[in-house]
């Protein structure tokens, strides 16, 4: 069992910067794939960006490449996203997620555990 918590959202104006961080307790944090979901007001969790176990390769949804960038920290169990050049539509909840063995990196279903979700807000 893994249990991931988010913290680092808030209100931001669109062009600044934001930071998350996603703590991990339980098994060996080192083990598992990670990855940031969002989902805005009445629109489903969408992936953002997930970095692997063991190489730590990296991928992005095309609205966030270039903008966003992931990385884990194995010692401190935490993975991070750094967000720059935020928009209004970047407006959502984020999601930790993590997963073991992995069968698509960008669904929802690959991840068997899910932080509780952080409020990022960015006004125009």
């Known amino acids: 069992q893994v249990q991931l918590v988010e913290s680092g959202g808030g209100l931001v104006q669109a062009g600044g910067s934001l930071s998350l961080s996603c703590a991990a307790s339980g098994r060996a944090f080192s083990n598992f794939n990670t990855a940031w979901f969002r989902q805005a007001p009445g629109k489903g969790r969408e992936f953002v960006a997930h970095?692997?176990?063991?190489?730590?390769?990296?991928f992005y949804a095309d609205s966030v490449k270039g903008r966003f960038t992931i990385s884990r920290d194995n010692a401190k169990n935490t993975v991070y996203l750094q967000m720059t050049s935020l928009k209004p539509g970047d407006t959502a909840v984020y999601y930790c997620?993590?997963?073991?063995?992995?069968?698509?990196?960008?669904?929802?279903?690959?991840?068997?555990?899910w932080g509780q979700g952080i409020q990022v807000t960015v006004s125009s």
């Open positions: 970095i692997s176990r063991i190489v730590g390769a990296t």
């Open positions: 997620a993590a997963a073991g063995r992995l069968a698509l990196y960008s669904a929802v279903d690959s991840y068997d555990y």
